[in-house]
């Protein structure tokens, strides 16, 4: 709910203020590691598909800022995608 409550505001403050909002996918800033999505599912990369992947073992996943933005994959559209329904 949070991601969403985000986009929307975000995007509200690019509408109305003429501000561009740009983000990146967070596979970016862990390595293409999983991302703990709810219980033992995680979200997982294949190739250019995010998928869902149950894990029995707790994966311990380290998010780093990058120093500088020039290398990565940015998306202008930075629309969030939405793979379990909200709890």
Request: charged share 25%; hydrophobic share 40%.
């Amino acid at each position: 709910m949070a991601i969403k409550l985000t986009y929307l505001m975000l995007k509200t403050i690019e509408i109305t203020r003429g501000i561009l909002c740009i983000g990146c996918s967070a596979f970016e800033l862990n390595g293409d590691k999983p991302i703990k999505a709810i219980g033992n599912l995680y979200f997982i990369k294949e190739k250019e598909t995010i998928i869902t992947k149950k894990y029995e073992q707790s994966i311990d996943t380290t998010f780093v800022l990058p120093k500088s933005i020039d290398n990565l994959k940015l998306d202008k559209e930075s629309t969030p995608l939405y793979l379990l329904p909200a709890v």
